[in-house]
C-alpha cells in the first residue's frame, strides 16, 4: 500500500495530472472564499503556513475537520498504523520491556500521552497490546490523547470507549508527564512555511499566497531570512536560484513544549523526514512540500483545499536541537526500521511476551521495515529525561 514517506521518492519529478477542479465538493468553494477573504483582509497576501493551516485544520472545512477515512487503504495515504495492529503492539512492547524498566518508571502510574491521535487507532492498538501482554499490571498505564479539534476527539471517543477511565483527552499537552508522550506523523502535519532562495540577492524570500483571477497564486513576502539558515559563503555562491526549503517553527515549537512538559520517561516521534543538511542537495531543489489525494501526489498545492492532505518533510536536526535545549538527550535517532528490527531482536531473546507471528503479522512487519514501503523514508526520534539505561 502506498505510504507518503515512500511516494516522496518514488514520485519526485513526476507530476500526476492535475484533479479535476471543475468539480468541487461544496465545503472545498467555502473554504476557498474564506481563504480569499483572509488574504484580502490581509492585505493581498498571507504567508504559505496560514494558508496550510486554513487549509488542513480551519473547523467543519480543512482536509483534517471533515473525516476520519482520510488514512488508510481507502483514504488518500496510508501511515504505519494504518498497516495494522503490529504496530501499537511492537511499541506497547518497548514501552513495558524499555520505557517501563527505567529506574525513574519503576513504580507508580506511567503516561502514555499521544498526539495526532486521528481516529484513535494507535490508541486502541497498544492499549489492547498491554492489556493482553500484562493484565492487571497494564493497569499501571494511562493514555491521555492531546486533541485539540472537537471532531478528531468524537471520532476517538467512539473507538475508545471500551477502556473506560483509562483513556482522557485534553485539549494541550498536559503540565507534568511521567511516562512516554508518542506521535506518528503528526510533526509533518504542521503548517510550514516556504522559502524560495534569491541568487542574485543572496537571501531567502518567503513564499506567500495570493487571490489572483480566481485562483491561488505564489507571492513573494518581505520577511527577513531566518537567522539560523545563513550559508556557509561556498554554499551561497552555489546554490542554485529558486531553489525551495521549507521550515516549521510550529513542530520544533510543539516538540519543545513537549520536552518542557516531560518530567521522566521519553518522547518518540516517528515520522518521514531529513536532517538539515539533507535539505540542501540537488535533489532537494523544489523543496519536500507535497499534496495527497487517493494515494497520488500533485505538485499542485495551491489548488482545492480541504481535498488534499499538505505536507513536508520534517527536519530532525531542528526538532532534535529543541528537546537538547530543554535538557533532553537523544536515546534514538536512526530509521523506523532499524528501531523496529531492534524490538524484533529483543521479543526473540524473550519468548511469550508477545504475540504469536502470524502471516499477517509477519507481512505487517516486512511492510513496516522494507525500504519501499516505511523502511527507509521514515525515521524515528527518541529522546529522554538522563541517559537511557535499557538494552534495547
Ligand atoms: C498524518 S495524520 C496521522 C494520523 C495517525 N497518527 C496515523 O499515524 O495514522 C496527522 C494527524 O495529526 C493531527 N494533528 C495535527 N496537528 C495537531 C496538534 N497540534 N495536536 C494534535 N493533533 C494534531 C491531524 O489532525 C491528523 O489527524
Do not use: K
Amino acid at each position: 500500500m502506498p505510504n507518503r514517506g515512500a511516494s516522496h521518492r518514488a514520485f519526485v519529478g513526476c507530476i500526476e495530472p492535475r484533479m479535476n477542479p471543475s468539480t468541487p465538493n461544496p465545503s472545498t468553494g467555502e473554504l476557498t472564499e474564506r481563504i480569499a477573504a483572509t488574504i484580502s483582509a490581509a492585505g493581498g497576501v498571507i504567508p504559505f503556513s496560514r494558508y496550510m493551516a486554513m487549509a488542513l485544520y480551519e473547523p467543519g472545512l480543512g482536509y483534517y475537520e471533515r473525516s476520519p477515512r482520510t488514512v488508510g487503504r481507502d483514504g488518500d495515504f496510508a501511515t504505519s498504523v494504518s498497516v495494522g495492529t503490529l504496530f501499537g503492539e511492537l511499541l506497547a512492547y518497548w514501552i513495558r520491556e524499555a520505557v517501563g524498566a527505567l529506574p525513574g518508571l519503576a513504580s507508580g502510574p506511567i503516561d502514555l500521552v499521544e498526539a495526532g491521535a486521528h481516529d484513535g487507532r494507535w490508541a486502541e492498538d497498544i492499549m489492547d497490546a498491554l492489556e493482553l501482554a500484562e493484565g492487571d499490571e497494564q493497569r499501571r498505564f494511562r493514555y491521555r490523547i492531546v486533541e485539540p479539534s472537537a471532531l478528531r476527539r468524537s471520532w476517538q471517543l467512539e473507538r475508545l470507549a471500551r477502556f473506560g477511565d483509562r483513556v482522557s483527552w485534553s485539549d494541550t499537552m498536559p503540565d507534568e508527564i511521567r511516562g512516554v508522550i508518542l506521535s506518528n506523523e503528526l510533526l509533518d502535519a504542521f503548517p510550514v512555511e516556504r522559502w524560495r532562495w534569491n541568487a542574485s540577492g543572496r537571501c531567502w524570500v518567503e513564499q506567500g499566497v495570493a487571490w489572483c483571477g480566481g485562483r491561488f497564486e505564489w507571492a513573494p513576502m518581505t520577511t527577513p531570512s531566518p537567522p539560523e539558515w545563513i550559508l556557509p559563503g561556498a554554499l551561497e555562491e552555489v546554490l542554485p536560484d529558486g531553489f525551495v526549503r521549507e521550515r516549521s517553527p510550529a513542530a520544533v515549537a510543539w516538540w519543545g513544549a513537549a520536552s518542557a512538559a516531560l518530567r521522566e520517561g521519553c518522547l518518540i516521534a516517528f515520522d518521514y523526514g531529513l536532517e538539515t543538511e539533507e535539505f540542501l542537495t540537488p535533489a532537494r531543489a523544489s523543496g519536500t512540500l507535497r499534496a495527497y489525494h487517493r494515494h497520488r501526489v500533485s505538485d499542485d498545492l495551491l489548488s482545492m483545499p480541504g481535498e488534499l492532505d499538505l505536507t513536508a518533510h520534517v527536519d530532525f536536526s531542528a526538532v532534535a536541537e529543541e528537546g537538547l535545549r530543554h535538557g533532553l538527550s537523544t536515546w534514538h535517532r536512526e530509521r523506523q526500521s532499524r528501531f523496529l528490527m531492534r524490538i524484533l531482536e529483543a521479543i526473540q531473546r524473550t519468548p511469550g511476551r508477545f504475540p504469536e507471528w502470524t502471516p499477517s503479522r509477519v507481512r505487517a512487519f516486512q511492510t513496516l521495515t522494507h525500504p519501499e514501503h516505511f523502511g527507509r523514508g521514515f525515521r524515528v526520534l527518541v529522546q529522554g529525561r538522563g541517559p537511557f539505561s535499557c538494552g534495547s
